[in-house]
């Protein structure tokens, strides 16, 4: 057949055409963003499926995401008829899984292997340290977990293992043990599934043979973002017969924190003797002003392989530049204009919000959720859904409640306190036998066993006296540190943003006071309006017309005041029942057009209308760890590449004076990245201010500086970043305060600990000795002062 004039090669341009008519040889498509490898790779596989030359059996076609496997089938399935799902396409681990549930036996596993997660596989790490009595001082579970996953991403096992000290061999015994583990219970960690599968290619020549025979065409997208381990395994794949086809573009390289290599590019055209490298220097995804950016930001850099990128589109639109007081008017702002942007026709799956880091979301979530404006967090669990977060409001709630086992269960071993699964199955065999609940019957417990269970109660319930009469935020506090979370995680590998998650559950809880107005939700009308914005978020997440009414019914679990008493939620309580609820299935819902929010990282090679790109700001993007070394600024600067390069028509860039991060208000300047991208491009929504930012270094990340605000933002600025003024320094109207002996007409004689808000949100928590402690809303509750 005339393979040139396939009906799929008019939409290229002549490199293109000529990349994806590329002889059976090895090649290197090295090209900037937007220019068309992925379409280029995709189209590729079409053609040699649709010319005849190969089967769809013949090909394996590895991505970096799930989402981009997913997107490749479908454009595939929509070039040709063919049976994409049983097509070797998707990630190295997705791949991986694939090919050892096809070779089990050789590879030595059982049928229906289990896989770890890292925080199983931590679980995994510690109950085989307490097995075989390893020091958990002297080897903290996190560190060997790290170093285990680290060996073998180098493609090591522990034989292999270079020994120099005792330390050396006692990790590397430990290594061992938990290989035997692992084999015993029939179960592989992600490392493992890449390791695994590789030495069964490289150890067993008819296995490698099979595929390399079946295999003729390889392709890879986004190479450059490889590892060391996952190089080789697609060594193992090519034979003298084969065809590597490897995309990739090196300013886009984004992961050598984690391993990657940008090095196998060059490795790669040496050790296959590339012949044929192709670059693509038309850009098809931004119009100019875009695209002009993203070129002028990224000439910074000076490790680059060097490539140019052109667009036939006109300017379009300006960059927009916008400046916020606070992260909340920040927040603010672009949840307006992405109103307006859907309003003015644009889907909202073609609106993406990015960030630099996960933490940053949550404010944004708060602010989409209570506009209603459905939304899909990628590449991360929702805020409130988050492990560590789920621990802490699991410490939380058994604070409210004792005799929560759901949460007595999820933390009575979490931190590592020395009760196992056994002790746990005892205990719980126990407080079913007499009909109560776990804390309680932990009374019931002897031995060992029964007196770390003790510890723990106690530890609870000490917990609990401490934090009486205290404000949401230090009961939070508190309990971070008592419980041990915070220094868990200080230990861990990758720790850190799970330690920035919790810190950022302080100022969850800190604006759900304030801002979200707790008095007017949990006291004036407890339970039916929080109750309420779930409803307002309803409309849109069933998919229905959000323009629709609110639903004004109560929820389902609505309860009312006691009218009676006055007694309404403690701040603590209505804190819980928030987070339950915002937990709920407040994301859009599958196939629902919803805005998107990710983090860069996770919006690598994807494309978007409209994009935001916020958190603009000296110490978050370029993070404050990147900026110790050259090397990470120039990584933090491909990270900016890939952000502004994933927008088609409109661009925003934000950033706001100051920030409640790690919580602590944080003031801010902005970016650098704003002092490398062409005046001409941009457009400042706000006035630009003088630069605090340009390429000079020593500014501080985080120190106060006084920058005279402009006009326009200035009172949005006296609004939110004043810091809020204690609730209980307010008039007291009431005439009570701390200390106060107080009558009630049901609880009888109690003394004030705390007040908090002011006229109908007014509330007072109250230790009454016969009914503990309460919380009241005074506007409701009868209360005499007793003299
Ligand atoms: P990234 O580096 O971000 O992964 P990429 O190089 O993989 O980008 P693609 O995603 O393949 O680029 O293409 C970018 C956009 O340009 C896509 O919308 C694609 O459909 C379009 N495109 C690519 N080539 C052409 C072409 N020849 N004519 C028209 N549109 C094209
Ligand atoms: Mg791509």
């Known amino acids: 057949p ?27 498509i090295l090209a900037g963003a937007g220019s068309g490898k992925t379409r280029v790779l995709t189209t590729r596989i079409a053609w040699l499926l649709s010319t005849g030359q190969i089967g769809p059996g013949n090909v394996m076609a590895v991505t970096f995401t799930n989402k981009a496997a997913k997107e490749m089938m479908t454009r595939l399935a929509a070039m040709l008829p063919v049976n994409v799902r049983g097509m070797w396409i998707g990630t190295f681990h997705g791949l991986c899984n694939r090919f050892l549930r096809a070779h089990y036996k050789l590879a030595g596993l059982p049928q229906g292997f289990q896989i770890l997660d890292t925080q199983d596989q931590l679980s995994a790490v510690k109950r085989l340290m307490k097995q075989h009595n390893v020091d958990e001082e002297r080897f903290p579970a996190k560190e060997l977990q790290w170093f285990i996953s680290g060996a073998k991403e180098e493609g090591l096992r522990p034989g292999a293992m270079e020994v120099r ?10 290594f061992q043990l938990y290989e035997e583990q692992c084999q015993r219970e029939g179960v592989v960690d992600f490392a493992e599934l890449m390791l695994r599968s590789y030495e069964l290619l490289r150890d067993n020549d008819p296995i490698r043979e099979h595929y390399r025979r079946r295999f003729h065409h390889i392709l890879i997208d986004e190479f450059q973002d490889t590892n060391k381990l996952q190089y080789a395994w697609i060594k193992m794949f090519a034979g003298p017969g084969n065809s590597v086809f490897a995309v990739g573009d090196d300013d886009q390289s984004i992961y050598a924190f984690r391993g ?4 196998n590019m060059a490795d790669f055209v040496r050790e296959f003797q590339v012949g044929h490298q192709i670059k693509l220097e038309q850009n098809y995804r931004s119009f100019s002003n875009i695209l002009d950016s993203a070129n002028a930001l990224i000439a910074h850099n ?54 630099r880091s996960n933490a940053q979301s949550r404010v944004i979530e708060t602010g989409l959720f209570n506009a209603a404006v459905p939304y899909r967090v990628y590449g991360g669990l929702r805020f409130f859904e988050r492990a560590e977060i789920k621990h802490a409001l699991s410490y939380l709630r058994l604070l409210e409640n004792p005799n929560d086992d759901t949460s007595f269960l999820r933390v009575v071993n979490f931190p590592a306190r020395g009760i196992g699964a056994r002790s746990v199955e005892q205990l719980q065999d126990a407080a079913r036998a007499s009909g109560s609940s776990l804390h309680d019957a932990v009374q019931a417990t002897t031995g060992k066993a029964g007196a770390n269970l003790a510890a723990f109660v106690a530890k609870i319930d000490a917990m609990r006296v401490e934090t009486a009469g205290l404000t949401l935020r230090e009961i939070i506090e508190v309990m971070l540190q008592r419980s041990g979370l915070i220094e868990h995680y200080r230990a861990e590998r990758d720790g850190g943003d799970r330690i920035d998650n919790l810190e950022e559950l302080v100022n969850a809880a800190e604006s759900f006071v304030t801002q979200e107005g707790f008095g007017r939700d949990a006291v004036a009308l407890p339970i039916d309006e929080l109750g309420g914005t779930v409803l307002r978020q309803s409309p849109a997440s069933q998919g229905l017309d959000p323009s629709l009414p609110e639903i004004n019914e109560p929820a389902p679990d609505y309860v009312p005041p006691d009218a009676e008493t006055g007694e309404t939620l403690s701040p603590l309580a209505a804190f819980l029942t928030h987070a339950a609820l915002e937990s709920g299935d407040n994301q859009a819902q599958a196939g629902q057009d919803a805005v998107q929010l990710m983090t860069v990282h996770s919006a690598k090679g994807l494309e978007f209308d409209c994009v935001f790109v916020t958190g603009l700001e000296e110490g978050l993007f370029p993070s404050e760890r990147s900026l110790a070394d050259y090397d990470g600024l120039e990584e933090e600067r491909r990270l900016m590449y890939v952000a502004i390069t994933r927008a088609r028509k409109r661009l925003y860039l ?5 920030r409640l991060l790690h919580g602590q208000t944080r003031y801010n300047v902005r970016s650098r990245f704003f002092d490398e991208l062409p005046e001409g491009a941009l457009k400042w929504l706000t006035p630009k201010n003088q630069s605090f930012g340009g390429s000079a270094f020593g500014f501080g ?14 009172r949005a600025s006296e609004t939110f970043a004043s810091p809020p003024v204690p609730a209980q320094k307010a008039e007291p109207a009431h005439g009570l305060r701390a200390g106060m002996k107080v009558f009630h007409a049901k609880f009888g004689e109690g003394t004030v ?17 016969r009914h503990g402690q309460k919380w009241l809303a005074l506007a409701v509750a009868k209360l005499t002062p007793v003299p």
């Open 654 to 658: 934000s950033y706001s004076q100051t």
């Open 701 to 714: 990340m985080g120190y106060p500086t006084s920058r005279g605000s402009s006009a326009g933002t200035s």
């Open 260 to 263: 990657a290599r940008v090095g």
């Open 302 to 355: 000076k490790t680059r392989l060097g490539k140019n990128l052109r667009t036939d589109q006109g300017p379009g639109e300006p960059v927009r530049i916008y400046e916020a007081p606070t992260d909340m008017a920040e927040a603010q702002w672009l949840v307006e204009e992405a109103r307006q942007l859907a309003r003015e026709g644009i889907p909202r799956h073609e609106i993406a919000i990015l960030y």
């Open 2 to 28: 005339e393979v040139t004039e396939s009906p799929l090669l008019q939409h290229l341009n002549d490199e293109q055409r000529a990349a994806v008519t590329l002889p059976n040889a090895h090649a290197l």
């Open 753 to 769: 600990l705390t007040l908090e808000g002011s006229g109908q949100d007014a509330r007072a928590q109250i230790n009454f000795p």
């Open 165 to 174: 000290t005792e330390e050396d061999r006692r990790k590397v015994e430990i």
